[in-house]
């Protein structure tokens, strides 16, 4: 039996691994890594086996105890942090010091080609410490839709991006969170490779809206800006600077690019065809109302 920690445990894909982790009745024992283990006790309250430790990327202090006795961690970057080496250099390095032989990152597609996004130097830190790691690439999020441009949505009834008519691979969450589950509870399957996971389809922010307005009876528009009109909005918006300038690279720089690469990744490990956006949409649909 390993020990297993999940980082970003109460965030969208942390809460998917641990559902498909104990759906498939793991043998391994899973750990949550959260900044409030009460709040985060009542969030899994139906999974009376999983165990909690403090654990916040912000503060190095909780790196110690929440290593402890582990096997095998999760990892991803939470958005708001684009500062890799204050924050991940020191992590990387106390896993392994706590003798950690086994890392799956979330990174994301196309990490290995540029290396301005926060993920690829993450990448680059798990390498040179020799540690054993899979690095899974998934595709854009489908729930980026629900979360991240969500407040546009239902107060401005926009989807606001530099995205121009380029175009993005969709994954669902949920499909990251089962693929990431095999992966951690069989490693040894997958050491040391990057495994890209994708959708089957490659949509544009304007089709995505069309789509999303076959749901909604308030209709929404695909607001196209320029990098620095985008910055300005997100600024006034009060969100954080380093996570804008990750939203600009992440939705300018594909304007620049091929299309984003299909795999039949999630095919293979699952034997499924993964969400198609369209089923995601009608799952979601009442996200996508204004709010009242």
């Not at 890594?33 to 909780?62: C, N, Q």
Request: hydrophobic share 40%.
């Amino acid at each position: 039996m390993k020990r297993i920690l999940i980082t970003g445990a109460t965030g969208n894909i942390g809460m998917e691994i641990i559902r498909f982790l104990y759906e498939k009745d793991t043998a391994n024992q899973i750990v949550a890594g959260v900044r409030d283990i009460d709040k985060a006790k009542k969030i899994f309250s139906r999974y009376p086996r999983l165990e909690f430790v403090t654990f916040d990327f912000e503060h190095v202090e909780t790196f110690e105890k929440a290593l402890e006795n582990t096997d095998t961690i999760f990892l991803l970057r939470p958005p708001h942090i684009s500062d890799i080496p204050t924050y991940f250099l020191p992590l990387i390095e106390k896993i392994k010091q706590k003798n950690i032989h086994q890392i799956v990152f979330l990174s994301v597609q196309g990490a290995e080609k540029s290396r301005i996004i926060p993920h690829n130097k993450i990448e680059k830190l798990i390498q040179d410490s020799g540690i054993d790691h899979i690095f899974l690439r998934p595709a854009y999020f489908m729930q980026n839709l629900t979360t991240t441009l969500i407040k546009d949505i239902q107060l401005k009834r926009q989807i606001i991006l530099p995205a121009g008519k380029a175009k993005f691979n969709w994954i669902d969450v949920e499909n990251i969170g089962e693929v990431a589950s095999i992966q951690l509870d069989y490693f040894a399957n997958h050491k040391n490779q990057s495994i890209e996971l994708t959708g089957y389809e490659n949509k544009n922010f304007s089709t995505v809206t069309n789509l999303i307005n076959e749901v909604v009876a308030d209709k929404i528009k695909y607001n196209n800006v320029n990098p620095f009109k985008f910055y300005w909005i997100k600024k006034n918006d009060g969100i954080p600077t380093g996570m804008i300038i990750v939203m600009i690279m992440l939705h300018f720089l594909p304007r620049f690019q091929k299309d984003p690469h299909i795999t039949n990744s999630y095919e293979m490990l699952t034997g499924k065809k993964p969400t198609t956006l369209r089923e995601f949409i009608f799952r979601e649909k009442n996200k996508f109302n204004p709010l009242k």
